[in-house]
């Protein structure tokens, strides 16, 4: 199964679960994913300057989009963060979360234009 079998497919149930169009999922999906690159810009300048509370405040809302839309890996890599930066755990540890966060994003952008309208 390929990257965008894998990904219609999880639009389809997740769609399904929502009870909403796959069509309207896929459209709060897109416009969710561009949000999050503004995100992921302020969480990398939060992550620069040790920011604990903006660092926690924006993983926290990405947790919840991600929860929300039943996107598991960027839901748990995400509060992944949000854990580490409440209890001011390790910039470091952080930081490979979000490196983590950023390619799983890159690769949700990169499926999303390869699919077709499902």
């Known amino acids: 199964m390929s990257a ?7 639009i389809t149930e997740n ?11 896929l459209n709060i999906l897109k416009a969710s994913l561009s949000e999050s690159y503004k995100d992921i810009a302020r969480l990398d300048e939060a992550i620069a300057s040790r920011q604990y509370s903006l660092i926690h405040s924006i993983a926290h809302r990405l947790k919840g989009v991600y929860g929300n839309l039943r996107f598991d890996v960027l839901h748990e890599v995400s509060e992944n963060i949000d ?3 409440k209890e001011n755990g390790s910039i470091e540890e952080i930081y490979q979360q979000y490196l983590i966060l950023k390619e799983a994003l890159d690769k949700l952008d990169r499926d999303l234009q390869s699919l077709e309208d499902i």
């Open 83 to 85: 854990v580490l930066a």
């Open 4 to 10: 965008r079998d894998d990904l219609e497919a999880i």
């Open 15 to 25: 769609s399904n679960i929502l009870h909403i169009d796959a069509k309207v999922y």
